[in-house]
């Protein structure tokens, strides 16, 4: 039984995973794509209207308006280099918004398809035009790179090795099952969808470097803005956690700030 189960659930999920793969423009990456983007972006579409609905949207003040104003900037830059690489297109079913909320929290978010939030809670955070660039460059590249739709896929591929599992296991007593499934739980989570998130994040960080950059916004302020983020405290180990050190961040930025550079000056 073990074997008939391996024997059909590995070429299958190989199967699945060569056939709904997509390249990424940007970064010329093959991706999971078990979910299509026009009904991902419609779910996103209607949960940010509901956010909207739920929460106090700041309008008219300099803000809001800085908020705005780095937003279409950056939705610039993303345009122009991606008919750079003939890739025109790839923003169709888009629908670009940017909004400030009141909220001490220190967070921002860009869901697919292009709707971003900023919470009023991280302006004295990013301190200026060039520190919120930063964070909504990061943002933008989150969308752009589709990693919600990979994160999607990836709960797929995981609801299905833990159907595989359990199927293997079906024969065993069920304290071996239930001890089975409790590894295959935290192992798939420290080994898969931890590191997976981390690197998005990295993904994210050196992207939206570059968008900033093209945006007309200096890269180099990336590095005080994570420092402060730094000072803030409240990091967890590298290795349980879905996102990069601070530590790491910074090196990393320092890292790819020529490449952001001299991509800019391409435009």
Sequence with gaps: MR???LFFFLPAALVLFVLTCATNPLTGKSTMALVDNTELFAMSFEEYDQFLAENKVVT??????MVERVGQNIRTAAEKWLA?????GYLDGYEWEYHLVESAEV??????GGKIVVYSGILSVTENEDGLATVMGHEVAHALLNHGQQRMSA???????GTAVNALF??????????TMLAYGIGSEVFGTLPFSREHESEADHYGLILMAIAGYNP???????ERMSALGGGTVEFLSTHPSDVTRVRQLRGWMAEAKKKAAEF
Excluded: D
């Excluded at 008219?60 to 308006?65: I, K, L, V």
């Excluded at 967070?107 to 697919?112: H, L």
């Design 60 to 65: 008219g003040t300099p803000e809001a308006q």
């Design 155 to 161: 709960g797929v591929l995981q609801e299905l090795g």
């Design 84 to 88: 750079s690489e003939g890739q025109r």
């Design 170 to 179: 079906s024969g065993s007593s069920e304290n071996t099952q239930t001890l």
């Design 3 to 5: 074997k008939q189960v």
């Design 220 to 226: 180099e302020e990336s590095v005080p803005f994570w």
């Design 107 to 112: 967070n921002a978010w860009c869901m697919p």
